[in-house]
């Protein structure tokens, strides 16, 4: 499967942004999605992840309560909607897809990535 991620951009501190991650070649109702993001010099990290169903949600602590990702799998994508954005959520956001029941929040866990979309946020 192929993920194509989008929507990054420019955007002040407090602000808002919506990524997307749309898939070709497969069908992500197989997959358990997630979202990680890699900011300069650090290790990439996870962010959040959804079921296959959509049902079930986790995010990472820094992003509880801000962040919202959800998936349509009728038209075999995912979203991450930021709000309340900090200087600190500033990154390449990966969307990734991972053949699994489980919401698992290890990079190597991971099947699939997309190519990333930056998100700059400024203070």
């Known amino acids: 499967v192929q993920l194509q991620a989008s929507g990054g951009g420019l955007v002040q501190a407090g602000g808002s942004l919506r990524l997307s991650c749309a898939a070709s070649?497969?069908?992500?109702?197989?997959?358990?999605m997630g979202w990680f993001r890699q900011a300069p010099g650090k290790e990439r990290e996870f962010v959040a992840a959804?079921?296959?169903?959509?049902?079930?949600?986790t995010y990472a602590d820094s992003v509880k309560g801000r962040f919202t990702m959800t998936r349509d799998n009728a038209k075999n994508t995912v979203s991450l909607q930021m709000n309340a954005l900090k200087p600190e959520d500033a990154a390449v956001y990966y969307c990734?897809?991972?053949?699994?029941?489980?919401?698992?929040?290890?990079?190597?866990?991971?099947?699939?990535w997309g190519q990333g979309t930056l998100v700059t946020v400024s203070s």
């Open positions: 070649g497969g069908t992500l109702t197989m997959y358990v």
């Open positions: 959804i079921s296959r169903s959509g049902g079930i949600t």
């Open positions: 990734a897809a991972d053949y699994s029941w489980r919401l698992r929040v290890e990079v190597p866990e991971y099947d699939y």
